[in-house]
């Protein structure tokens, strides 16, 4: 997913309108460009000498910025509307909808100085707002807002505006198109990851399969010796301490990886989800989970279960946080507080999102190493399920995200939020952590009443705001915003 770290393109319109002051929109043009520079951000606009001080007014100059769009179509993630004054909203409407990027656009107004508000430099930024949002609703085109009305460009307050942006554009920039790998069937005993295909299609998801059968028949057809084996099982070595692990399971995990690292790349896949419950370790001989681990800390993110809604939720965290998703259940009370669960997987989980540093550390043994699966050995025996990732999630602010299909109503549907993950004393299996959300019982009666499945996504991140937006307004999925829409 180079994606989800690929610096954020935008095409840059500054609104200009003749009864206001000109020269507004020379200064307020450089300020901006300097201000995107230094966010990180690349920028496609108009130049002074393709039009007055580089901004829009009449009909041929917004003919100008939309031609200039259309052949950066590729490049350009967002739009960023500034107005240094009023602006004529007719032609950043008309540039938009001649461009026809179909990304974000955010709209931006100057502060006026209630100390210099002579005719010669009053913007009426504020108003001219306005009319333009006005005038886009009309045109049908979506947009976004800066917390404050109008805002000072150089302020930390616009610069976390433009951030989150930045994240909002990322999301919708990685589902369009976004290809995610089904590797085998849906367990029998979970009904609860079925999901619709054709509703993902019509939001440009495309899915495609791979039996478990055709993975065992390339894995078999590997040689030990082979290139990428051998690179695969270096890569695990150096990603996980494995003392304790039999070296004829490293061996199946490295032919497994390397087989679906081959197939990924074939198809151009850029996540994955794969049966593992129990015909992975009946008629394999390991789990899948620190392949699996690898690839998500490698922001390629990988679900259980063929939970293919699940990937995607992880895939929009990725894309609006640029760190490893992980997928896990809402597994436990903790205690007898109602704000606090405990979350738990197997684990497949990325090792970024463990305890790794000395300050992390509740105890020694919180550190991830790899194992076998507690639970699935019980059926299938220990000998047969090698290869989880355990330890402890590290206390750090977390966004959660489900995303679910409603086959009954046709539409993807969604619900975020943010809490805590917190160091409260806990000793189990797997990968797991004790987390605070605030109103968990209203959260979990909503997923509840709703049908949502019990696996959410997580992302050490707080990115729900980005996210919501980019879901709800740019995506058309039904999304409920935790703590914000009670």
């Not at 009864?19 to 690349?42: D, I, M, Q, W, Y």
């Not at 995610?180 to 295909?197: C, D, K, L, M, Y």
């Not at 509703?199 to 078999?220: A, M, N, P, Y």
Request: with cysteine; aromatic share 8%.
């Amino acid at each position: 997913m180079k994606l989800a770290t690929k610096p954020v393109t935008l095409g840059l319109i500054v609104g200009n309108r003749d009864f206001f002051p000109a020269h507004l929109c020379n200064s307020g043009r450089a300020t901006v460009l300097k201000v995107l520079e230094e966010e990180g951000f690349k920028v496609v606009a108009l130049s002074p000498e393709e039009a007055r001080y580089g901004s829009i007014e009449s009909l041929e100059e917004a003919r100008k910025c939309a031609d200039l769009f259309r052949k950066h179509r590729e490049e350009i993630d967002g739009v960023l509307v500034t107005l240094p004054n009023f602006g004529d909203e007719r032609a950043i409407a008309n540039a938009l909808r001649w461009a026809e990027l179909g990304v974000p656009v955010l709209i931006h107004a100057f502060p006026d100085d209630a100390a210099n508000m002579t005719i010669k430099d009053r913007r009426d930024s504020f108003c001219g707002k306005m009319s333009a949002c006005n005038n886009l609703r009309q045109y049908g085109i979506k947009y976004s807002l800066t917390s404050l009305h109008t805002v000072d460009p150089t302020s930390a307050a616009f610069r976390t505006d433009l951030q989150r942006f930045a994240a909002t554009c990322r999301v919708v920039r990685g589902m369009k198109f976004a290809r995610i790998g089904a590797i085998g069937a849906r367990p029998q005993a979970f009904n609860t990851v079925r999901f619709s295909e054709k509703l993902l299609e019509h939001s440009g998801i495309t899915v495609e399969t791979l039996d478990l059968s055709e993975v065992f028949g390339r894995v078999e057809k590997l040689d030990n010796g082979a290139a990428e084996v051998k690179a695969k099982l270096q890569a695990i070595d150096g990603y996980i301490p494995t003392k304790g692990i039999p070296a004829d399971a490293l061996m199946k995990m490295a032919k497994l990886g390397a087989v679906i690292d081959g197939w990924m790349g074939e198809r151009n896949l850029q996540a994955s989800a794969i049966q593992c419950w129990t015909s992975m370790e009946e008629y394999f001989g390991v789990v899948p989970c620190t392949v699996m681990s690898m690839m998500s800390n490698g922001l390629m993110p990988s679900a259980c279960e063929t939970d293919i809604a699940g990937t995607v939720a992880m895939m929009a965290l990725a894309y609006a946080s640029g760190k490893p998703s992980a997928i896990v259940d809402w597994n436990n009370n903790y205690g007898e507080d109602p704000d606090k669960a405990v979350i738990f997987h197997c684990s497949n989980l990325p090792k970024d999102i463990f305890v790794d540093q000395p300050t992390n550390v509740i105890s020694a043994d919180d550190i991830p190493v790899m194992d076998y699966q507690e639970i699935i050995a019980g059926t299938v025996g220990r000998d047969n399920t090698y290869g989880t990732v355990v330890g402890r999630v590290k206390g750090d602010p977390f966004t959660y995200l489900r995303v679910s299909t409603d086959d009954l109503n046709g539409k993807v549907i969604a619900y975020v939020g943010e809490g805590t993950v917190t160091n409260d004393p806990l000793k189990t299996f797997g990968g797991y952590g004790v987390v605070h959300v605030p109103k968990l019982q209203k959260l979990l009666t909503y997923i509840c009443e709703n049908g949502y499945e019990h696996h959410v996504a997580m992302n050490l991140a707080e990115v729900a705001a980005p996210v919501h937006e980019a879901l709800t307004k740019y995506l058309g999925w039904a999304t409920y915003h935790h703590g914000v829409q009670d």
